[in-house]
């Protein structure tokens, strides 16, 4: 899997759109860009991917650059429930064996809301 | 459609002590994995089940096993516990020719004494 590199925190006003970068500059063709996050003492949850199209929920907006070298994840309208470390991951969805619910987390993004 | 759930929340060991933790996984879900996470740092993979047999594993001991049922719910079994088995142990269920997601439950947290 792709190794990505994310800042280690990051602060957002309440209300606004918090933007939270990734760079995957070894990405292959096959590989996914995920993103998770994991708010104090619960487990990770699962947010959004994408391949190399733009991608949208409703939790969120999944910007991948054309060269898919890097992303970037949206919340466009922050609360202070969305206070949470926030993890870029890179892998191929279809994987047979173990692999399959390997994900390798690295130590992602500790995004502040505040007031 | 219910969620990933884990059994016990919390507790408490004493080194070389045994500890068994439970998970259900999600509807129509046939793949458990368990993760491993420390104090301040991100999950780490223990080991896949796929169809009652474990089918990838991470860099843990011998002493930390597992077994998958019909139902698909799964055990995460420790054995000989030592002090740095202490961590929050996590269960994900995800299809296994799904998107990828994996789905968590809250975790199990473990202190070893």
């Known amino acids: 899997d792709a190794k990505t590199t994310q800042p280690p925190s990051m602060d957002c006003a309440e209300g606004r759109a918090a933007n939270l970068p990734c760079n995957h500059s070894t990405i292959s063709g096959n590989e996914y860009v995920y993103w998770y996050r994991q708010i104090h003492s619960q487990g990770p949850q699962y947010i959004i991917h994408?391949?190399?199209n733009n991608e949208t929920n409703e939790m969120a907006s999944l910007i991948i650059t054309e060269d898919r070298k890097s992303s970037t994840l949206i919340l466009p309208h922050a609360t202070l429930r969305d206070t949470a470390v926030y993890y870029c991951?890179?892998?191929?969805?279809?994987?047979?064996?173990?692999?399959?619910?390997?994900?390798?987390f690295g130590k992602g993004t500790k995004l502040s809301v505040k007031p | 459609e219910t969620g990933v759930t884990q059994s016990p929340t919390h507790l408490i060991k004493t080194r070389g002590q045994q500890v068994t933790l439970r998970c259900s996984s999600q509807s129509g879900h046939n793949t458990v994995s368990w993760y491993q996470q420390a104090l301040g740092q991100g999950p780490q993979f223990i080991f896949q089940?796929?169809?009652?047999?474990?089918?990838g594993r991470g860099n843990f001991p011998p002493r930390f096993s597992g077994l998958q049922f019909p139902n698909y719910s799964s055990e995460l079994n420790v054995n000989a516990l030592e002090l740095d088995d202490s961590a929050l142990y996590l269960c994900?269920?995800?299809?296994?020719?799904?998107?990828?997601?994996?789905?968590f439950g809250e975790g199990s947290r473990l202190t070893v004494l």
């Open positions: 991951i890179v892998r191929s969805p279809f994987r047979y064996g173990g692999s399959q619910g390997n994900l390798i």
């Open positions: 994408g391949l190399k």
């Open positions: 994900a269920s995800s299809e296994l020719l799904g998107t990828g997601e994996l789905f």
């Open positions: 089940y796929y169809r009652e047999e474990e089918n």
